[in-house]
């Protein structure tokens, strides 16, 4: 195959260029039946491939032409048998895998800090979820991965489980030991199923974490779109032959996706795997350079930390993305929120996220080394505007407990519920979710008994005002809970 061509973009152009007198959806007829405002901001080009499934464009749901080959592309690229392509991110991608290998009732091994996407398909799929500890980092109050003993533990405890869920790597750029991972649950005849939304970039440098598909995982939900260069919402879903059918992994993904797929979203697939498959090596190698100054400098200002590979000290802590910078704010006396807002409103810069002790900056190839200079710069501005807070108080981090899992996800969410006030659920059986978003990973869960330490830590993430969300009440003054 040659990864120079990009068939269903191009064969997207040629329409184009065609120019077709459209009697199909989408409405707007190549922009002329919009807005003339967004039209003249999205620009002629765009719009003229905003296009459906018609004959020549091939179908995502059954694809035999230009997707085929753009997936086939893919695969090769991103060293898989098979690559399905997202048109909605890569949670979908996620359900699709959860929901291809597990049905009602069977046993799914899962690290607690997982993405929700995760945890809404086993409530679709009816799975038993078998939680596992991730590693816990008290320094910087994040969770990391899975410790090779915890999973291999967790298999000798459950011989009947159908599939096990691995991060790699997390939101924060830190990965487990996936290669062994893999390596003990094949020994058990169980599949590894890898949420890789933060990963799709670490197949093309030796200095990166090893992709799931070079650790020889079965499937992988990847996010082109995060790392990559595609389109927001553009994802891929990586399959490997023999524990898993691909034909039916297809049939999961038609289920979930939408049939009026976005062909933006699709030729910016085809495109981002051009680039990663001829460029992908030399891209990220300029990525991790600026992501080497960008920490070496944070380093070196008063009252932050950014971490680096001396935070790798186990299976579970086993290799870090180094164009992930966690910037730790705690020693300023105050929250990764409020460094996150003095970026924004007197400097004009935008972070990944925040939450109570961090800010998370994402590098990439797109990046140049004057927006790293700058960002040094802010932080060396606030930094100077807490010095006479720096070292004066200890903060004790905090991190979510795992709480007991009472009764199913599914069941829970499903049962009779009543509301009660928020600090009244304390021992009941929480009927939702309640995370911070991002990341995403819930501080409770359906089926899971309240406790006043979770309680707390929901407040505190509340009080520093922070995306706390999930539950039916937006304010969070009552938690929905199984009715007693």
């Known amino acids: 195959m040659n990864q120079q061509d990009t068939p269903l973009f191009s064969a997207l152009l040629a329409h184009a260029k065609r120019n077709p007198i459209q009697f199909h959806i989408p409405a707007h007829k190549r922009g002329r039946g919009m807005h003339s405002a967004f039209q003249s901001f999205i620009g002629e080009n765009a719009l003229s ?28 690229a991103f060293g898989a048998d098979e690559t399905f392509f997202s048109v909605q991110g890569t949670s979908t991608a996620i359900m699709a895998m959860v929901l291809a290998t597990v049905g009602p009732g069977e046993k799914i091994l899962v690290p607690r800090n997982v993405h929700k996407s995760v945890l809404a398909a086993i409530m679709l799929s009816g799975a038993h979820p078998v939680f596992l500890h991730p590693e816990v980092d008290t320094e910087l109050g994040i969770m990391h991965g899975l410790s090779v003993e915890t999973v291999e533990d967790a298999l000798i405890q459950h011989p ?34 890898v949420d890789e939304a933060h990963g799709i970039h670490t197949a093309f440098h030796e200095d990166l974490p090893v992709s799931a598909m070079q650790a020889g995982a079965d499937m992988a939900a990847t996010s082109v779109h995060k790392l990559g260069g595609s389109m927001t919402q553009s994802s891929v879903l990586n399959v490997r032959r023999g524990r898993i059918d691909p034909r039916h992994v297809q049939v999961v993904m038609s289920m979930l996706t939408t049939t009026s797929t976005s062909y933006l979203l699709l030729a910016s697939l085809d495109a981002a795997r051009k680039e990663l498959a001829l460029h992908g090596r030399e891209r990220m190698e ?44 705690k020693d300023l006396g105050i929250r990764g929120y409020d460094v996150e807002v003095m970026l924004r409103e007197e400097f004009n810069i935008e972070v990944e996220l925040s ?49 007991e899992l009472r009764m199913s996800p599914r069941e829970a969410f499903y049962a009779k519920t009543e509301s009660v006030p928020f ?62």
């Not at 971490?307 to 186990?314: D, F, Q, T, Y």
Request: charged content about 25%; some cysteine; glycine content about 6%.
């Open 49 to 76: 491939i905003d296009l459906i499934n018609i004959a020549p464009l091939d179908d995502l749901h059954n694809p035999t032409g230009i997707i085929k080959e753009a997936q086939a592309l893919a695969a090769e």
């Open 160 to 193: 009947d489980a159908r599939a096990l869920v691995v991060i790699n790597p997390t939101y924060f750029g830190v990965a487990a030991d996936l290669r062994r991972i893999v390596e003990i649950a094949h020994r058990y005849d169980v599949p590894v199923l």
């Open 286 to 329: 300029k990525a991790i350079r600026l992501a080497d100054e960008a920490r070496r400098r944070i380093n070196q200002i008063p009252g932050l930390y950014c971490p680096g590979k001396e935070i790798l000290r186990n299976s579970a802590t086993f290799a870090l993305d180094p164009t992930k910078l966690i910037i730790s704010v």
């Open 423 to 484: 600090h009244e659920s304390v021992g009941r059986t929480i009927a939702e979710m309640i995370m911070v978003y991002p990341p995403g990973i819930p501080i409770l869960l359906p089926g899971e008994v309240v406790s006043k330490d979770n309680l707390d830590y929901i407040e505190e993430n509340l009080r520093a005002g922070l995306p706390v969300q999930g539950p039916d009440d937006p304010e969070i003054r009552t938690i929905k809970v199984v009715r007693e």
């Open 355 to 403: 939450d109570l002790y961090n800010i998370l900056c994402v590098i990439s190839w797109g990046d140049e080394r004057e927006d790293i200079l700058r960002l040094v710069d802010a932080l060396v501005k606030i930094s100077a505007a807490y010095k006479d807070q720096i070292g004066k108080r200890t903060v004790q981090v905090k991190v979510p407990s795992m709480p």
